[in-house]
Protein backbone atom coordinates (compact mmCIF):
# COMPACT_ATOMS: atom_id res chain seq x y z
CA UNK A 1 0.00 0.00 0.00
CA UNK A 2 1.28 3.40 -0.91
CA UNK A 3 0.31 7.00 -0.94
CA UNK A 4 -2.89 6.45 1.12
CA UNK A 5 -4.83 7.76 3.36
CA UNK A 6 -6.42 6.51 7.33
CA UNK A 7 -9.18 7.68 9.10
CA UNK A 8 -11.93 6.80 11.56
CA UNK A 9 -10.76 2.95 12.56
CA UNK A 10 -12.10 1.86 15.49
CA UNK A 11 -10.33 0.23 18.54
CA UNK A 12 -11.46 -3.37 17.48
CA UNK A 13 -14.21 -5.53 16.49
CA UNK A 14 -17.45 -4.30 17.60
CA UNK A 15 -15.89 -0.78 19.35
CA UNK A 16 -17.26 2.16 19.27
CA UNK A 17 -14.18 4.01 19.94
CA UNK A 18 -12.23 5.34 17.53
CA UNK A 19 -8.32 4.70 17.31
CA UNK A 20 -6.56 6.22 14.64
CA UNK A 21 -3.15 4.97 15.64
CA UNK A 22 -0.31 3.16 13.83
CA UNK A 23 -0.34 0.26 17.22
CA UNK A 24 -4.42 -0.28 16.33
CA UNK A 25 -4.45 0.00 12.54
CA UNK A 26 -1.36 -2.32 12.55
CA UNK A 27 -2.47 -4.36 15.22
CA UNK A 28 -0.53 -7.80 16.01
CA UNK A 29 1.23 -7.49 12.30
CA UNK A 30 3.87 -6.27 10.59
CA UNK A 31 1.61 -3.69 9.00
CA UNK A 32 2.91 -0.85 11.00
CA UNK A 33 5.33 -0.53 8.67
CA UNK A 34 2.66 0.91 6.49
CA UNK A 35 2.94 4.36 8.27
CA UNK A 36 6.50 4.22 9.99
CA UNK A 37 8.30 3.85 6.43
CA UNK A 38 8.31 7.23 4.93
CA UNK A 39 9.20 6.57 1.40
CA UNK A 40 5.55 4.77 1.23
CA UNK A 41 4.09 8.10 2.07
CA UNK A 42 0.72 6.49 3.76
CA UNK A 43 -0.41 8.66 6.65
CA UNK A 44 -3.26 8.85 9.59
CA UNK A 45 -5.02 11.76 8.78
CA UNK A 46 -8.63 13.08 8.45
CA UNK A 47 -9.10 13.91 4.61
CA UNK A 48 -12.16 15.96 5.40
CA UNK A 49 -14.41 14.56 3.00
CA UNK A 50 -17.44 17.12 2.49
CA UNK A 51 -19.99 14.68 2.80
CA UNK A 52 -20.11 11.34 4.15
CA UNK A 53 -23.06 8.63 3.96
CA UNK A 54 -23.43 5.64 6.12
CA UNK A 55 -26.81 4.68 4.90
CA UNK A 56 -28.70 4.23 1.54
CA UNK A 57 -30.95 7.10 2.55
CA UNK A 58 -30.22 10.57 0.92
CA UNK A 59 -27.76 11.86 -1.13
CA UNK A 60 -25.39 12.71 1.29
CA UNK A 61 -22.16 11.27 -0.05
CA UNK A 62 -19.92 13.99 -1.85
CA UNK A 63 -16.16 12.04 -1.71
CA UNK A 64 -14.42 15.53 -2.65
CA UNK A 65 -12.19 16.75 -0.25
CA UNK A 66 -12.81 19.98 1.67
CA UNK A 67 -10.72 23.49 1.19
CA UNK A 68 -7.59 22.91 3.77
CA UNK A 69 -7.79 18.70 3.25
CA UNK A 70 -4.49 17.12 3.38
CA UNK A 71 -5.23 15.22 -0.10
CA UNK A 72 -4.12 18.61 -1.73
CA UNK A 73 -0.34 18.44 0.03
CA UNK A 74 2.22 16.14 -0.77
CA UNK A 75 0.89 14.44 -3.91
CA UNK A 76 2.93 11.74 -5.61
CA UNK A 77 5.59 12.53 -8.04
CA UNK A 78 4.09 12.47 -11.65
CA UNK A 79 5.46 9.84 -14.25
CA UNK A 80 6.52 10.36 -17.61
CA UNK A 81 4.27 11.52 -19.98
CA UNK A 82 1.02 12.56 -18.09
CA UNK A 83 -0.52 15.02 -16.35
CA UNK A 84 0.24 16.52 -13.00
CA UNK A 85 -2.52 16.29 -10.15
CA UNK A 86 -1.94 18.76 -7.49
CA UNK A 87 -4.06 16.17 -4.86
CA UNK A 88 -4.21 13.38 -3.62
CA UNK A 89 -6.63 10.58 -5.00
CA UNK A 90 -9.63 10.58 -7.23
CA UNK A 91 -11.16 14.28 -6.48
CA UNK A 92 -9.79 17.68 -6.10
CA UNK A 93 -10.82 20.37 -3.67
CA UNK A 94 -12.85 22.83 -5.82
CA UNK A 95 -13.41 20.44 -8.89
CA UNK A 96 -16.95 18.96 -9.87
CA UNK A 97 -17.66 15.36 -8.34
CA UNK A 98 -17.17 13.42 -11.82
CA UNK A 99 -18.89 10.79 -9.66
CA UNK A 100 -22.13 12.07 -9.96
CA UNK A 101 -24.96 11.98 -12.62
CA UNK A 102 -23.89 8.35 -13.96
CA UNK A 103 -22.42 5.82 -10.94
CA UNK A 104 -25.11 3.73 -9.39
CA UNK A 105 -24.07 5.58 -5.93
CA UNK A 106 -25.26 9.01 -7.76
CA UNK A 107 -28.62 6.58 -9.50
CA UNK A 108 -29.73 5.38 -5.82
CA UNK A 109 -29.68 8.87 -4.56
CA UNK A 110 -26.63 8.30 -2.28
CA UNK A 111 -23.95 10.70 -4.17
CA UNK A 112 -24.43 14.18 -3.80
CA UNK A 113 -22.37 16.76 -5.22
CA UNK A 114 -22.62 18.72 -8.70
CA UNK A 115 -21.95 16.42 -11.43
CA UNK A 116 -20.48 16.96 -14.74
CA UNK A 117 -17.14 17.29 -16.14
CA UNK A 118 -14.08 19.04 -14.37
CA UNK A 119 -13.79 22.62 -15.59
CA UNK A 120 -10.75 21.96 -18.31
CA UNK A 121 -7.93 25.09 -17.74
CA UNK A 122 -8.49 27.72 -20.43
CA UNK A 123 -5.82 28.98 -22.73
CA UNK A 124 -5.70 31.94 -24.45
CA UNK A 125 -3.57 32.12 -27.46
CA UNK A 126 -2.21 35.83 -28.82
CA UNK A 127 -1.42 35.66 -32.37
CA UNK A 128 0.99 38.18 -33.19
CA UNK A 129 0.92 40.00 -36.44
CA UNK A 130 3.75 42.28 -37.73
CA UNK A 131 4.15 45.55 -38.71
CA UNK A 132 3.32 46.16 -42.34
CA UNK A 133 7.23 46.66 -43.75
CA UNK A 134 7.94 50.16 -45.44
CA UNK A 135 10.51 48.95 -48.22
CA UNK A 136 12.64 51.78 -49.65
CA UNK A 137 15.05 50.90 -52.65
CA UNK A 138 18.23 51.68 -53.61
CA UNK A 139 20.49 50.98 -56.53
CA UNK A 140 23.95 50.09 -56.28
CA UNK A 141 25.85 48.67 -59.75
CA UNK A 142 23.72 45.68 -61.18
CA UNK A 143 21.43 45.13 -57.91
CA UNK A 144 18.74 46.53 -56.40
CA UNK A 145 18.76 47.31 -52.70
CA UNK A 146 15.71 46.66 -50.71
CA UNK A 147 15.67 47.95 -47.78
CA UNK A 148 13.08 47.16 -44.65
CA UNK A 149 12.36 47.09 -40.43
CA UNK A 150 12.00 44.29 -39.68
CA UNK A 151 10.85 42.56 -36.08
CA UNK A 152 12.37 39.91 -33.84
CA UNK A 153 10.09 36.54 -34.11
CA UNK A 154 8.77 37.11 -38.03
CA UNK A 155 9.75 36.08 -40.97
CA UNK A 156 10.46 38.23 -44.37
CA UNK A 157 10.35 37.18 -48.05
CA UNK A 158 10.96 39.20 -50.83
CA UNK A 159 8.84 38.42 -53.47
CA UNK A 160 8.55 39.98 -57.24
CA UNK A 161 6.21 39.67 -60.74
CA UNK A 162 6.58 41.53 -63.67
CA UNK A 163 2.61 41.66 -64.03
CA UNK A 164 0.77 42.91 -61.63
CA UNK A 165 -2.55 41.46 -63.23
CA UNK A 166 -1.45 38.03 -63.76
CA UNK A 167 1.25 35.81 -62.45
CA UNK A 168 1.96 35.01 -59.45
CA UNK A 169 4.24 36.22 -56.72
CA UNK A 170 8.06 34.61 -56.83
CA UNK A 171 10.24 34.87 -53.75
CA UNK A 172 13.29 36.69 -54.34
CA UNK A 173 16.81 34.68 -52.45
CA UNK A 174 15.64 33.26 -48.53
CA UNK A 175 13.41 34.46 -45.81
CA UNK A 176 15.28 36.45 -43.99
CA UNK A 177 14.84 36.21 -40.09
CA UNK A 178 13.77 39.54 -38.06
CA UNK A 179 16.57 40.92 -35.74
CA UNK A 180 14.37 44.25 -35.03
CA UNK A 181 16.59 46.23 -36.88
CA UNK A 182 16.66 47.38 -40.89
CA UNK A 183 17.69 44.19 -43.07
CA UNK A 184 18.88 45.02 -46.96
CA UNK A 185 17.81 42.90 -49.71
CA UNK A 186 19.51 42.82 -53.08
CA UNK A 187 18.23 41.40 -56.38
CA UNK A 188 19.90 41.50 -59.46
CA UNK A 189 18.07 44.32 -62.04
CA UNK A 190 17.90 42.02 -65.12
CA UNK A 191 13.76 43.02 -65.70
CA UNK A 192 13.12 45.94 -67.07
CA UNK A 193 9.99 45.96 -65.27
CA UNK A 194 9.11 44.57 -61.63
CA UNK A 195 7.00 44.88 -58.75
CA UNK A 196 7.97 43.91 -55.38
CA UNK A 197 6.54 43.04 -52.42
CA UNK A 198 7.27 41.96 -48.98
CA UNK A 199 5.95 38.98 -46.94
CA UNK A 200 5.67 38.98 -43.15
CA UNK A 201 5.10 35.94 -40.89
Given at each position: L??T ?9 GS ?7 T ?27 G ?10 D ?11 N????P ?6 S ?115
Open positions: HNLWWDFTAGSTNISNTINLGRNTVATNYWTDSTLTNQIANPLIVISRTNIGAFLPRPAVGSVVSSSAATANLTAAYRGAFGSGRANWAADWTALSEYGIMGGAGGINLAATTTTVVLTPNQPVLVSTKTGGNLNVIFATQSGFSYQLQSRVDLITGTWADEGSPIAGSGGSVTSSVPTTASVKFFRMKAQ
